[in-house]
């Protein structure tokens, strides 16, 4: 079992940029796969962006691709998500997921262990 911390949420004007981070415990934390989720009020938690074991796959949900780019320290036991060219409708709570699977993973039952979730809001 991995816990999770995310970090680096808060309030941005459009265009702006944020740098969320994920601290992770656990000896086994370079075996899994990381993602990044969000869920904005009233709608379902969707996928953002993931990265492999390596760090050699990631993958982005569409909306976000060309703006946010996930990255991990192994050695650090951390994940992170830059995020540039923000827009109002990134805004959401943003949750990390560990997957032990490895593998670079879209889809939220392929994820066991959350952390509590950072708040982004992107005013126009």
């Known amino acids: 079992q991995v816990q999770l911390v995310e970090s680096g949420g808060g309030l941005v004007q459009a265009g702006g940029s944020l740098r969320l981070s994920c601290a992770a415990s656990?000896?086994?934390?370079?075996?899994?796969?990381m993602g990044w989720f969000r869920q904005a009020p009233g709608q379902e938690r969707e996928f953002t962006a993931t990265?492999?074991?390596?760090?050699?796959?990631?993958v982005y949900a569409d909306s976000v691709k060309g703006r946010f780019t996930i990255s991990r320290d192994n050695a650090k036991n951390t994940v992170s998500l830059q995020m540039n060219s923000l827009k109002p409708e990134d805004t959401a709570v943003y949750y990390c997921?560990?997957?032990?699977?490895?593998?670079?993973?879209?889809?939220?039952?392929?994820?066991?262990?959350w952390g509590q979730g950072t708040q982004v809001t992107v005013s126009s």
């Open positions: 656990g000896r086994t934390f370079s075996s899994y796969a």
């Open positions: 990265i492999s074991w390596s760090g050699d796959t990631t």
């Open positions: 997921a560990a997957s032990s699977l490895g593998y670079a993973a879209v889809t939220r039952s392929m994820y066991r262990d």
